[in-house]
C-alpha cells in the first residue's frame, strides 16, 4: 500500500523553539506539498518542491522553510514557533505530470504554547 | 476571486437519500477533477477523479463533469452516516500536475 507517512501525529512545542515536520512518501513522486489547515481557511499550501534540492514558496512561506535533499523526504521547518502557528499540518505528494492527484499523510497536529 | 468554489454547508441529508455536492472553478483549460473526502480530524482522501465530459461512477459514488460550464459535481446514491464529512472539491488550474482546493462543503447525514 503506497503511503505518505509524516513522524508526528500530535506535536506540542513552545514559543520560541525550532520545529522539524518530517514527511516521506514510497511511491517515487517528484512533487512533494506541505500545506496547513485550519478551520474555515480550508487548506493553504506553505511550500512545495517538484525535485531534490528545489522548492517553491506557496501562499503562505512567512515563518517557515523546507529542505528536500532526498526524493522520498520533504521536511518543514518552524524557525521560531509562535502560537498563531498551531495548526494542523498535512504532507502531500504527487507525480509531476499527468492526470493524477495528490496523496496526503495522516497529518500533524501541532500546538504552540 | 477565489478559483475553485464550493458551498461551505453544511448539506444536511436524511440517510438513504442521495446528496449532491456542487462545484465551480474559472479556468477553462482545466483537465483534471478530484473529489476528495475528509473526516474530522484526519487527512483527505481521494475518493473520485474525473477527466472528460460526463459521468463517471464507483460504487455510491458518481462525479459529473461539465467544461463548458465550468463546474464538476459529487453524487452519493443511498447516503449512510458514515458520510459525514467535508468534501474538497481540486482541480489542475494550470500547467503541471498542480492542484487548487475548493473550501469544502460539510455533509451531514441524519440517521
Redesign the interface.
Known sequence: DVKVTQSSRYLVKRTGEKVFLECVQDMDHENMFWYRQDPGLGLRLIYFSYDVKMKEKGDIPEGYSVSREKKERFSLILESASTNQTSMYLCASSFRTGPYGYTFGSGTRLTVV | QKEVEQNSGPLSVPEGAIASLNCTYSDRVS??F?W?RQYS??????IM?I?SNGDKEDGRFTAQLNKASQYVSLLIRDSQPSDSATY?C?V?LGA????T????TRLMVKP
Open positions: 483537465q483534471s478530484f476528495y480530524g484526519k487527512s483527505p482522501e481521494l477523479s477527466y474538497l481540486a489542475n503541471g500536475n498542480m492542484l482546493f475548493g473550501g469544502g
